[in-house]
């Protein structure tokens, strides 16, 4: 099939950062293999970068087009949160004049909304006469509600807006329009999944937005197994409360592995309250807090250790257990959010996550499992390889999305055709 002209927003687009900002460059990037691609996204935190990379790597069939609000420039301006919601709000609304010039122009056969991923924020190219696809949109993921009793009164608070600013959004009737006005609607998780269904949605399909390079892959694919004594379990991320840190130093603490290490890395505002849970626990001879580390020291860090541990209680994505099942190493994860779309039976532990109590019993039945099983480690790491390869990888997952708009394309041209 001939080159399709794609229309990509991406507020968030980076190249070389993860997160956000690495979804909508990667996506960009990789889809530009197959199709010509104009991507939508601002000046103020990326176009050094982006320039810089494409006079290094420059690639072919990728447009970049810059713009942001005349009265409103800096999108970091008034601090990162809730200044830059509205920010992107705005921008999105501009965003479909933008891309209306651009139609006129260039004709476009299929708009995709890639960064911000969140589904409570409406995408206003549903307006153009093309068809969008929406997302992966996440953002519905929500720790439940009885896992709040452990929470700090400052979480807690955290927890009541974010579900505030979420019920908000899902009142704004602009986001039912991109509901109803969207050809293909991708959602991160079952929970973001069942929030759209909530709101309209007919049909939604569950894709991770997360994925790695090849390049990437075969990096975290060399780090060769550890020695088998001691066992390490590494969790790595911010120290934020409903990162669940606090749920995995309790399952080390009840697995009782005497010859086992429990590693931390990352820094965040839980930092002292995990240090004191581990002294409480009588566990601090055995953890060992790493702090925040570069990039490389953390992949280092990960290939001393045996399996990743990651409790989250609501994460969208989950990059760092894609890195981990990469690197050969099993998942020991919550059936929640992003993680429990990622890791299967077959590369980790999902546990069920009904009270804390049970989740810690889970996660220390399955830290005892993998801490005397060498041969279950080595399977389930190997699984982990194999499934990111063929899965998570921004390659495949270009071939992919190559492929639906195709699908897309030959549907208008034949409902053109009839008519």
Avoid at 296 to 306: A, R
Wanted: charged share 20%; with cysteine; hydrophobic share 40%.
């Amino acid at each position: 099939m001939k080159r399709l002209n794609v229309l990509i927003s991406a507020y968030s687009c980076e190249p070389n950062r993860g997160s956000e900002p690495g979804v909508g460059w990667n996506m960009a990037r990789a889809i530009a293999k197959h199709h010509n691609v104009w991507v939508l996204t601002r000046p103020d935190e990326s176009k050094d970068a982006i320039e810089a990379e494409l006079s290094q790597n420059p690639v072919p069939n990728l447009h970049i087009v810059y713009f942001t609000l005349p009265f409103w420039q800096d999108s970091m301006r008034w601090g990162q949160s809730g200044a830059m919601q509205i920010h992107y709000y705005l921008w999105q609304i501009q965003a479909y004049f933008v891309a209306q010039r651009l139609h006129r122009d260039i004709g476009f056969d299929v708009a995709h909304h890639v960064t911000f991923v969140k589904y409570s924020s409406p995408c206003f190219l549903s307006l153009l006469p093309i068809p969008l696809v929406w997302g992966p949109v996440g953002g519905g993921e929500s720790a439940p509600r009885s896992f709040w009793k452990d929470f700090s009164l400052r979480a807690k608070a955290y927890e009541l807006a974010r579900l505030c600013v979420r019920t908000v959004g899902e009142l704004d009737p602009f986001v039912r329009l991109t509901i109803r006005r969207s050809a293909v609607i991708r959602a991160t998780t079952h929970d973001t999944a069942r929030r759209l269904y909530a709101m309209g949605a007919m049909d939604v399909e569950i894709a991770t937005e997360s994925g790695l390079s090849s390049d990437e892959i075969d990096r975290l694919s060399q780090l060769g197994q550890p020695a088998n004594a001691p066992v390490r379990f590494i969790s790595m991320g911010r120290l934020l409360h409903w990162k669940g840190f606090y749920l995995g130093l309790r399952a080390f603490a009840e697995a009782d592995l005497p010859n086992a290490e429990y590693w931390i890395c990352g820094d965040g505002p839980e930092w002292d309250q995990l240090q004191q849970l581990a002294q409480d626990l009588k566990i601090e001879s055995q953890v060992t807090f790493l702090g925040r580390l570069p990039r490389e020291q953390v992949l280092e860090k990960l290939g001393q250790c045996h399996v990743l541990v990651h409790p989250s209680l609501h994460d969208s994505g989950g990059w760092v257990c894609l890195e981990a099942m990469a690197a050969g190493r099993p998942v020991l994860c919550l059936d929640l959010g992003g993680p429990a779309v990622q890791v299967t039976k077959d590369t980790g532990f999902k546990v069920s996550a009904m009270t804390p109590e049970q989740s810690i019993h889970d996660l220390a039945d399955g830290m005892r499992q993998l801490a005397h099983d060498g041969d279950l480690r080595q399977r389930m790491g190997d699984a982990g390889k194999r499934l990111v390869q063929s899965f998570h990888s921004w390659e495949s997952k270009g071939n992919e999305l190559a492929h639906l708009y195709e699908s897309l394309a030959m549907q208008v041209e034949k409902v053109s055709c009839v008519s």
